[in-house]
């Protein structure tokens, strides 16, 4: 840091590519619900938190172990006020009938399974070590969905259970596809209701379980999304506002980061073209049937139209719906 710098802005270095059409699965907390909005917008193909946030590592693996497996268990479905969830999963994943929730679960553990047929990388994104474990099933949880607190336990993971239960993942996934390849991060996002001092020695461990499994496996590896927020960022301009979530700028900041660790010079250089012509896309003209604007589609048209790289057939024949014959 020279003298005329007021910043300690984070280098990322380069990790292994990941090519335009390799698909990846985010999961996770709310992070990775933006990393892998971000993905999608700029034309990857991404599972995104298939089954909902889940902020606490134990719950994420087991997710994907269970869709592996096929698993779910029955005795972790919970009724309340007419409303069947299983604490295993997202309250998204709920409803009046409990068959019905059963097979939406397994249904969807059906597409993850065979989507993680052909994933490349896993993207998991750590938001807790503070987990609940239900009392009378001795299993912690992902979900209380507001069960009272009395029937759980609150607990701080340790490292060490951290690693283990990742190690069995790592283990069925690699049964499953052995090219798979995974990139751990710690969530930004502050934990506030555990107050801020717990909320760190939760970070902690988080921060040296991803260290510990990034040296242990070669196909694992840590990008530095916490770090990136807490010290590069290090301003609340850079927070929503409820001064706790990233704001839209931070996280188009970090996943800037996460192309320069992970991108070649050439998918950042389509990256870059494809924004401009997404923002194109976006235009609502004020005279649509005006020479001008027509003018303005034909042109869109011929950069679509000169993407090789990805499927554009959608968005072509949104353009071609929007110019006129006799213009």
Known sequence: MNGNSFRTEITCKQGNPIALN??????????????????????FKALVNPFGTNYNPISIHKNLTDSINSEVDNRLLTEQQGIWHHFDYHSQWSSSDKKDLIDSIRNQQTLIKEYLSQTKVIVITYGTAWVYKHKVHNKLVANCHKVPSGEFDKQLLSVEEISQSFNTLQSII??????????????????????????????????????????????????????????????YRFYDRDMIHPSQEAVEYISQKFSDQYFTSEVKTFIGKWSAIKQALAHKPYHPHSTAHQNFLKDLLYKLNSIKEVSVEEEIKLVQSQIHSNA
């Open 174 to 235: 690699k049964n499953a596809n052995k090219n798979i390849r995974f990139i751990l991060t710690v969530s930004p996002v502050r934990h506030i209701k555990d107050t801020l001092q717990m909320n760190s020695v939760s970070k902690a461990c988080l921060r040296l379980a991803c260290h510990q499994l990034a040296n242990q496996y070669k196909e694992v590896e840590y990008f530095p999304s916490f770090e990136i927020m807490m010290d590069d960022l290090r301003d």
């Open 22 to 43: 390799e698909a990846m699965l985010t999961t996770g907390s709310c992070f990775a619900d933006q990393l892998g909005k971000w993905l999608l917008n700029s034309k």
